[in-house]
């Protein structure tokens, strides 16, 4: 089971610890750093491409992913360049996880870009059918014009997010991996199943499965748990996100771990509450020891 973890939520206050934060989650032995994207959400955020640069520039060995990078908000050229630019600093460590954004997040993003929610989902395969020419360097048809991009990179794995069986459809056409957020584990193998039907039909080989995770590691007051999985209630009812969090030592939490692996997943994101951002981090750390 690989591991990786959210980087924290900052704004300008923050954007100093990136880098402190990322060579932290390397040194206890994690595979990935991920970082959310948005233009504009209800709290302050940083850029996603420029944040997992400096955790990139910062580190040697950990992978840094967009968990996940909002495709149809952007030029699908400009994307490429980004992509390309950042596997080239990194050492091509990175895993690009797409989607179509986050309803909840509202219009205002979309329309400061002169975009709108509603077709982002059809922009989006529109925008996966060549990103991945353009990231390589192929000659690449994009708005009636050829356009080749260089220096050229290799193309990063692709992970596919959402829990909708659109999104697991696009997973199967375009992906190299399915990345739902805060499934329960009957949900990943439910999902697992669709996900083998539909690319066994289309002639493409099944993806893999990274899940997105909520965890507290250590002593965790049960109205914390309470309120975490109320929190997420519009992934799911409110059992369920309790069912999907994982919480307790990291003994506890590895078995939580390895019940998402028997489900199909291979990688979990960890988003962790509860607690200090640097320490859940140690105690991840422990997890990853478990399954060495």
Same mark, same amino acid.
């Given at each position: 089971?690989?591991?990786?973890? !959210? ?37 302050? !955020? ?26 149809? #908000? ?11 630019? #950042? ?125 997105? !995770? ?5 002593? +965790?007051?049960?109205?914390? +748990? ?18 999907? #969090? ?6 506890? +939490? ?15 994101? !960890? ?15 422990? +997890? ?5």
């Amino acid at each position: 089971m690989r591991i990786g973890v !959210v980087l924290p939520p900052c704004g300008a206050d923050g954007a100093a610890s990136v880098a402190s934060q990322a060579r932290h989650a390397e040194s206890c032995g994690l595979e990935s750093v991920w970082k959310g994207d948005h233009l504009i959400t209800a709290d302050p !955020v940083l850029d996603s491409v420029v944040m997992l640069t400096a955790a990139a520039t910062a580190t040697e060995r950990i992978k840094v992913g967009f968990a996940v990078l909002v495709l149809a #908000l952007r030029p699908v050229a400009l994307v490429a360049k980004q992509v390309a630019t #950042l596997q080239l600093l990194s050492r091509e460590r990175v895993l690009l996880g797409v989607g179509i954004g986050d309803p909840a997040h509202g219009e205002a993003g979309w329309r400061a870009v002169g975009g709108c929610l509603a077709g982002r989902g059809r922009r989006t395969d529109a925008a996966l059918e060549v990103l991945p020419s353009l990231v390589t360097g192929k000659s690449t048809v994009v708005a009636a014009e050829p356009v080749r991009l260089a220096p050229s990179a290799t193309m990063p794995p692709l992970l596919v997010g959402g829990n909708s069986a659109a999104a697991i459809r696009r997973s199967a056409w375009y992906g190299d991996e399915w990345f739902p957020a805060f499934p329960a584990t009957k949900a990943v193998a439910a999902g697992a199943r669709t996900l083998s039907r539909f690319a066994d039909s289309i002639g493409r080989p099944v993806p893999g499965i990274t899940a997105g !995770v909520c965890a507290a590691l250590g002593n +965790v007051p049960a109205a914390t +748990v309470e309120r975490q999985a109320r929190a997420l209630s519009r992934h799911g009812s409110a059992k369920e996100m309790r069912d999907a #969090l994982a919480v307790g030592k990291p003994s506890k +939490v590895a078995e939580r771990f390895a019940a998402f692996g028997e489900a199909g997943a291979d990688r979990v994101v !960890v988003t962790p509450f509860g607690g200090e951002w640097y320490r859940q981090v140690e105690l991840l750390g422990e +997890v990853v020891d478990h399954f060495a």
